[in-house]
């Protein structure tokens, strides 16, 4: 028997027995890698005068084709043993009793940032953020406020080094000087996010979370900041009218400064904001001192604006009905259950998602 006819009764034989798939790859290499038997065949032809070439030619190719199928056919064959395999061994039982699904909860002063960050965006505010640890230049000197000031106070103010020079921020506030040192006016955002201070009773928790608003430009005046905190309450609130007033105040890095009172009133055991002879103190606002935009290096000369902090946990509790701060950071997975958003559930006036 020739060579080929030698070859092919091998592998033919081979070929029937059971093989692994590194059988099958080895055989396929033997036979057309590029030293393999049938490849080396291949290479003979060119020695060989032109009528046997032809009739080994195409002797060569049949086996060639045959042996190639042959293989392929064994590929596939493994291939679907494969299969067949692992959908027997991984059969779902569903007689079995499903596991619960706990689906989480959004915590109401999350939600209520979101809200916030919503409503201000749509006015063109962009949403800053600062770290909770800052020093002590951005959260008290470059905001005008001096080395007396109560608020330096370790009373008041959670120090992190002896020199009193690393805190935890005690408001939003340092997110101004952050933006206005990092870019060019005018600044136009808000900085919502937790602050704290060493105090702690009902109505005071030692980390609480806060809104920062910063507009700067070159012509704006108290009527905006009037303006855009009338429209913010409206919308946070759902209502269109509201009952609002500045009380002159004091803050160091602004100049006026005011409070805002919102009126409310108390109907049948529940709160209605925009109503009634009563007020509620809900932000501190102000134009922003000519000294803290100096400290910025932005011209008070050329440029002005207002700010304004507003505390977010009483405008949630206010919003949702919940009468006790300390219960929001307490972790009690019933209260969250209760008082919380379900995630795929979008309230009405949340336009995060839908806008
Ligand atoms: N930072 C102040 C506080 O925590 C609140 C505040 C008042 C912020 C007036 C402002 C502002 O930006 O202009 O009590």
Redesign the pocket.
């Known amino acids: 028997m020739s060579d080929l006819k030698n070859i092919h009764e091998e592998y033919r034989t081979k070929l029937k027995e059971k093989l692994s798939l590194d059988q099958i790859n080895q055989i396929k290499s033997d036979l057309f890698g590029k030293n393999g038997l049938i490849s080396s065949q291949f290479k003979t032809l060119g020695s060989l005068d032109e009528n046997k070439r032809k009739q080994f030619a195409s002797e060569l190719n049949k086996i060639k084709d045959e042996l190639q199928n042959t293989i392929s056919e064994k590929f596939k064959e493994l291939e679907l043993k494969k299969i067949n395999e692992k959908l027997e061994n991984e059969k779902v039982d569903i007689t079995l009793p499903e596991r619960p699904i706990e689906r989480g909860k959004i915590h109401p002063v999350s939600q209520t940032i979101d809200e916030i960050s919503s409503i201000f965006s749509e006015i063109g505010f962009s949403v800053e953020e600062g770290p909770d640890v800052e020093n002590q230049y951005n959260n008290f000197t470059a905001l005008n406020t001096p080395d007396y000031h109560p608020a330096r106070d370790m009373h008041d103010t959670f120090y992190l080094d002896e020199q009193k020079e690393i805190l935890l921020r005690?408001?939003?506030?340092p997110v101004?000087i952050r933006t206005m040192l990092k870019d060019k006016p005018p600044f136009k955002i808000i900085a919502p996010g937790r602050?704290y201070r060493s105090d702690s009773d009902q109505t005071h928790a030692p980390m609480f979370h806060?809104v920062?608003?910063?507009h700067i430009d070159k012509d704006i005046n108290m009527g905006h900041l009037k303006g855009c905190l009338n429209y913010f309450i409206k919308e946070f609130f759902e209502i269109d009218k509201i009952k609002m007033r500045f009380r002159p105040s004091h803050?160091p890095?602004?100049e006026p400064?005011a409070e805002v009172d919102i009126g409310y009133e108390i109907k049948d055991g529940k709160i209605v904001i925009g109503e009634g002879d009563q007020w509620l103190e809900i932000?501190?606002?102000?134009m922003?001192h000519p000294n803290v935009l100096r400290n910025v290096k932005v011209d008070p000369d050329k440029f002005q604006g207002?700010?304004?902090?507003i505390g977010i946990d009483r405008l949630a509790m206010l919003k949702y009905g919940i009468n006790d701060l300390r219960a929001f950071f307490e972790c009690d997975y019933r209260w969250l259950n209760h008082f919380g958003f379900d995630p795929l559930d979008v309230p009405t006036n949340y336009r995060g998602l839908s806008r």
Not at 170 to 173: A, G, K, L, R
């Open positions: 005690t408001h939003t506030s101004q602050t806060q920062e608003g910063l803050f890095f602004t400064s932000l501190g606002c102000g922003v207002y700010a304004f902090g």
